[in-house]
């Protein structure tokens, strides 16, 4: 996709843990979404997850400092979605994802 029409994507917690420092090999999906060619949706209930699950990893300051870089992005769009799909049965918890997803209309 072009930088005129960049990919729409939802990220799971884990797959932007391990991209979003540049020490990892796959940084360069947060290097693609920091570059604008990547357009990144995300709802409450993934923004509580992520802010959870960083702040297991990294202290409360370096939390803050990435999310607070990657959320004023301009091509990070927040999505209240309205619909909950219940597709995935084994991991409930990662509805959250699809139903941001549809109601974006990702990639």
């Not at 930088?3 to 990220?11: A, D, G, R, T």
């Not at 604008?36 to 709802?43: L, R």
């Given at each position: 996709?072009s ?9 799971d ?14 940084y ?7 570059s ?8 409450n ?9 960083f ?11 990435l999310?607070?870089?990657l ?12 619909f ?12 959250k994802f ?10």
């Open positions: 996709m930088i005129n029409n960049p990919l729409k994507i939802v990220v917690t884990n797959v932007l843990l391990v991209r979003i420092l540049p020490r990892f090999s796959y360069k999906i947060f290097e693609e979404i920091q604008g060619k990547v357009n990144v949706y995300v709802s209930d993934i923004v509580s997850e992520y802010t959870e699950v702040s297991r990893r990294y202290t409360p300051h370096i939390t803050e400092i999310l607070n870089t959320f004023n992005l301009p091509n990070v769009f927040f999505i209240d979605p309205k909950q799909w219940k597709l995935i049965e084994l991991d409930p918890d990662d509805n699809v139903d941001c997803a549809g109601a974006s209309s990702v990639d």
